[in-house]
Structure formats: C-alpha cells, structure tokens
C-alpha cells in the first residue's frame, strides 16, 4: 500500500477538530408561497391527514453577523434537501448562468484557449479528445466539469454542487478545483450542496452546516490521506484495452513494457507502463511507455504521485526514470517540480507518427524529462501488493520489482 497525504474524511465526521464560529438562527418572518386549493391539493391533503389552506411557509436562516466581514478563498453550504441552502446562498450572490454552442467544441467556448485548456485542466478534466466535442454529448461526469470549468471566478455560487455525479467524481473535481482557486488567489466561491463527502477535498475556510445548524471555521482543520494499491499485471493487452482509449496519442502498447495498475478505493484507475533501458544513449534506466488516469479520477494528482512512486523504487536500484510527452499539463507539472530535470532532446519536434484511428498525426513538440531526486525511504517503507495471474495476492518489498 502506498500512501499519501493525510486522510480524506467522507463523511465530514471530524468535526470535533473544527472550530465553532456560531449557531445559526432561523428569521421570525417567514417566506410564503401561496397556490390554488383545489380537488387536487384537498385530495391530497385530507388522505394524509394534512391541514392546508393553501399557504406554504418557510422560515429561512438569517445570515450571521460572524460571517458579514469574513474573508475567504472557498465556503460550502450544506444540509439536506429543503433545508434552505439556496435560499441561503443568494446571501453570497447568484449562480452564473451558461450558454453553450453546440455548434462548437467545448474548448471553442472559452475566451481564449489558452484560457480553455487552463479552466478544463482545473476541473481535472484533462482529455484533450474532450475538450473536441460538443457539450451536448459529454457524460454527466465530464458535463459537470466542463460547466464548473466556465463557472469558477472570484465570487462565484455553485448550486447543487456534485449532486449528480459519482462520489469519486466529486472528490477527485474538488480537489482539483480546490487548488485552482487557491493558486489563482480567487476569493469567495461558494460551493452548495446536499453531500457532505467532498469537503475535505474541497478544503473550505468555512462550512455552514445547516442541519448542524452552525457555522464551522475549517481552515487547517481538514486532513486529507491518499492511498493507492499497486499491481504488476500479466494480462497487459487486456487491461491495456480498458484504457487504451483515454490515451491521448496512439493506443498501441508495446508488450515488452513493465505494466502496472493503480487502483485507489477499492477502484480500478490508473495504468502505467514502463520500457527497460539501455539503448544507445541511456544505461540503467526505464522510461515510461503508457500513463492513463481514467476521466473520473483525473484531479487527484494520480498520475504524478505514480511518477514519483516508481522514480523513487528505481532511485534505489541505481536506476534512472525518463518519461518524454506532449501533454500539457504533465509538461508543466514536471517542469515546476525540482525532482524532474529537462533533457537535451526536451522541446524537439517528434516525428510524425500513425494514430490509433489510422491518421497520420502532424510533427509535434514533446517534452523529455530525466529524475533526479534522492532517494527517499519514507516514501518507499511500505509494502506493495503485487497481482500476477501466476502469484495472486503475492506480497513483496516494493524495491524488490525493480532488482536486477
């Protein structure tokens, strides 16, 4: 098991860590809605026993004087359906409002694409074959992204936040997004919701919990743990065919490579294969061959946590880790992180090549990086469980994959 960072608390149950800041108070003037009484609503009403005259009141939460000069980067509103969180959310502001052409990719609808590419990025949606399709045939979970992609800026209001999309979704978008405003230095996103599970991936300075019906301060009182589980896989093809389309360039896999797959939560989501070195130039080394994160667990830093695991292993054995991409986000990942240092051949145009649906792919720049961090044996004190269809559930020291 490989861990990394703190833990993730789902269930928002840590509270006891966080600090109170104040209960919240319900207004003594309700909000009245009123509509017909007819056979309908009398039906209705008298077979269940239900008194109504037509009125519908709601008494909803007066905004506390805590909060009226308070400063923050993220804030989440949460509680149970009917509980008034959108009601209380127009306290910060409306949500923005989107209109997409379908006429166009996703990506078309930005301001400027550089702009596109670092929004669609932030929301941990990271495939380039997305950001070429329209909106209008995303899935739910890519949908969800893309809009967000649109919606964060300073004193934005996010309704329903996750609601309609899978829990791992949720977190790993959060996380992503979490990070974005905080490097952007973006002030006072509201996030809204009816689930409780993303928090400690959203990291938020305040949670108004209003079935709690208190405000919480949970600045530097949210932790966050990550573990992955690595496996060797024998299968390659097979499992490579479960990824191989979410592979931004050519889904041919070379059946020399090392293979491995990550899984996170009981999850199957990451594939990364790598290449034994020498060549001509290079001795003792591997270079990475194939790195996939599936779409919905793009966000957690999955793929760059999986460099730094394997680079470290091989640090051990005297060996050396060399990856060589296009990707852009990648690119910059390593480029900013003093482990990863740029090779001669970085920044060259590669030559064409035949993609996976028969087109031949104009030259491209790529991007050639070497490890050169020291070993660290915190990060490799664990164990790995290794799967072989030879050897199921065989344990070993995580060095020992690489001895030569």
Known sequence: MVEYGDQIALSFENKGRLKKVCDLNKSRTPMVAKVMVDEYTQKASESFDYDFDGENKFYPFEFPNELKNADFNILCIVGASGSGKSVFSKYFGQQKELHWDNTKSILSNFDTPDDGIERLNSVGLNSIPTWCKPRNVLSIGEGFRADLARQIESGCVIDEFTSTVDRNVAISCSKSISKYIKNKGLKKCVFVSCHKDFIDALQPDYVIDLDDKCVYDTRGGLRQRFEISIYEICSKQNVWDIFKHNHYLSADLNMASRCF????????????????????????????????????????????????????????????????????????????????????????????????????????????????????????????????????????????????
């Open 261 to 404: 797959v990550a899984f996170y939560n009981n999850e199957l989501v990451a594939f990364i294969s790598l290449l034994p070195l020498p060549n001509g130039y290079i001795e003792n080394g591997y270079k990475v061959h194939r790195l996939v994160v599936l779409p919905d667990y793009q966000g957690l830093g999955i793929a760059s946590k999986l460099l730094l695991w394997f680079a470290n292993v091989l640090e051990k054995t005297n060996c050396k880790l060399y990856i060589r991409t296009s990707h852009i986000k990648l690119k910059n990942f390593l480029q900013h992180n003093k482990n990863w240092v740029e090779t001669a051949r970085s920044g060259q145009v590669s030559p064409p090549m035949m993609l996976k649906d028969t087109r031949v792919r104009k030259e491209r720049i790529a991007y050639s990086f070497k490890y050169i961090g020291e070993y660290d044996e915190k990060l490799n004190e664990q164990d790995v469980t290794l799967y072989c269809e030879k050897h199921k559930n065989k344990k070993t020291r995580q060095l020992s994959l690489f001895d030569m």
